[in-house]
């Protein structure tokens, strides 16, 4: 099946630094790729939608300029934290569509902890 | 945005024990997907229900579909401590162009030996 890598799995900063964790399709091209943020025992909630060579599309309350998004390929996105706080500390997961793959599915990356000191 | 909620939120039972989780919208949805997670990964996809009244069948594992593609329930039979884990049901909101997924709050399923 297609493979989503995360990198990296997990990462551990000082606060107010920035870190980036990057997200590949390793297999297929992905126009569409989500990022989401996981804390412990609950469910995903999406934070942005990454397009290839346009701007990624936020989800309320969510801040653009403390979560920079790029999709600069068709099988790369990042996502920045910038100015890292206690607070930001989460399980980060990516997830990309395939081109032309069906609507509904989408294939999950591993998922990358970051803990912020 | 469309929702839909999942339940039980928590289900912890003895090996060998039947379950079943609920996945329910009052939103259409052309197709739902099941996921299994574990600790520290990400979601693995199990199975997608695109049929109303739709069943599928994964060993132990059930997915059903309703016939109006509003809800969709997971059944586990005889459940093994190799089960444990959170189950997320997703669907495609219908209301975003971006094709986004949306995801039920999720079931943690613990199954004791």
């Known amino acids: 099946g297609a493979v989503v890598s995360q990198h990296p799995s997990w990462v551990i900063c000082k606060s107010g630094t920035s870190v980036k964790i990057e997200c590949r399709s390793l297999d297929f091209q992905a126009t569409t790729m989500f990022w989401y943020r996981q804390f412990p025992k609950q469910s995903l909630m999406l934070m942005a939608t990454?397009?290839?060579?346009?701007?990624?599309?936020?989800e309320q309350g969510v801040e653009k300029d403390k979560f920079l998004i790029n999709h600069a390929s068709l099988t790369l996105s990042t996502l920045t934290v910038t100015s890292a706080h206690p607070e930001d500390s989460s399980f980060y997961i990516c997830s990309a569509r395939a081109v032309g793959g069906n609507t509904g599915e989408l294939f999950f990356g591993e998922g990358s902890r970051l803990t912020v000191l | 945005t469309q929702l839909l909620e999942q339940s039980p939120q928590f289900l912890s039972i003895q090996e060998g024990e039947n379950l079943t989780v609920y996945c329910n919208s009052s939103?259409?949805?052309?197709?739902l997907q099941w996921y299994r997670q574990e600790p520290g990964e990400g979601p693995v996809l199990l199975v997608t229900?695109?049929?109303?009244?739709e069943v599928k069948k994964l060993k132990r594992l059930t997915f059903q579909f309703g016939d109006a593609r509003k809800d969709s329930s997971l059944h586990i039979t005889a459940a093994q401590p190799g089960d444990t884990g959170l189950y997320l049901c997703?669907?495609?909101?219908?209301?975003?162009?971006?094709?986004?997924?949306?995801f039920g709050q999720g079931t943690t399923l613990q199954v004791k030996p």
């Open positions: 939103s259409v949805f052309s197709s």
């Open positions: 997703a669907g495609v909101d219908g209301s975003s162009n971006t094709g986004k997924l949306i």
């Open positions: 990454s397009n290839e060579g346009s701007k990624a599309t936020y």
């Open positions: 229900v695109v049929t109303g009244g």
